[in-house]
């Protein structure tokens, strides 16, 4: 596509349940990137896949948070047991490859709010 | 722990106007992004600094790169409402294990007023 696809645009979800967050990266980006902004933290990374590679998952905050990249292309964000200190922007980035210098490419994010 | 700080976090301007922002971070790197918030957007890519001494310019935006002072700045010429927007610095963590993430400064929000 033209550029990084998020969806859904908006969540709402009450305090307890899971939620799910999609990302479709530029066609032929090799490398995804899951960030996310909140208002106290700023933008804090999360985790990065490239290609076939074992994914970094060093940014992720707890065990509640998952990440799957399915066919090296679409990238699902999972949160389980959803808690109000999750609420923030979710955003999904992809450069070309993985590497020092590279530009990212960012989708317009999934704002979630935790009730 | 990689830490990056921009100043001033919040920036009002006058249209015509020159100023600088400032990206200031913690460790040896000589990798420095910038990137550009509109409200509600995300950001986009503006700078890709990547040796001492990197001076980059699109328009009335300027940046550089000093790794020795391990300090960037950004410079507005005649800033123009258009400029109205949040500017992020990043910089890569570099561990040592390939590892590509970006560690980000609190970004600036500019407000360019006629």
């Known amino acids: 596509g033209a550029g990084v696809s998020q969806s859904p645009s908006n969540k709402v979800t009450e305090k307890g349940k899971d939620v799910e967050l999609r990302c479709d990266p530029i066609?032929?980006?090799?490398?995804l990137y899951w960030y996310r902004q909140s208002l106290g933290q700023g933008l804090e990374f999360l985790i990065y896949?490239?290609?076939?590679?074992?994914?970094?998952k060093s940014g992720l905050p707890s065990d509640r948070f998952s990440a799957e990249r399915t066919g090296g292309s679409v990238s699902t964000l999972t949160i389980q047991r959803t808690q109000q200190e999750d609420s923030a922007v979710y955003l999904c980035?992809?450069?070309?490859?993985?590497?020092?210098?590279?530009?990212?490419?960012f989708g317009s994010g999934t704002q979630l709010s935790v009730l | 722990e990689l830490k990056v700080e921009q100043n001033p976090l919040f920036l009002s301007m006058q249209e015509g106007k020159n100023y600088t922002i400032y990206c200031n971070y913690s460790?040896?790197?000589?990798?420095l992004y910038w990137y550009r918030q509109d409200p509600g957007k995300s950001l986009e890519s503006l700078f890709v600094?990547?040796?001492?001494?990197a001076v980059k310019q699109e328009g009335r935006l300027m940046a550089s790169l000093d790794t020795k002072a391990r300090l960037s700045t950004l410079h507005i010429t005649a800033a123009v409402h258009d400029l109205s927007a949040t500017y992020f610095c990043?910089?890569?963590?570099?561990?040592?294990?390939?590892?590509?993430?970006?560690?980000f400064g609190k970004g600036t929000k500019l407000s360019v007023i006629p």
């Open positions: 980035a992809s450069s070309l490859v993985a590497s020092y210098g590279e530009k990212l490419f």
């Open positions: 066609s032929g980006h090799t490398a």
């Open positions: 896949f490239q290609g076939n590679s074992a994914p970094d």
């Open positions: 460790t040896t790197s000589d990798r």
């Open positions: 600094l990547l040796s001492n001494g």
């Open positions: 990043a910089v890569d963590t570099d561990s040592g294990a390939g590892s590509y993430q970006l560690t």
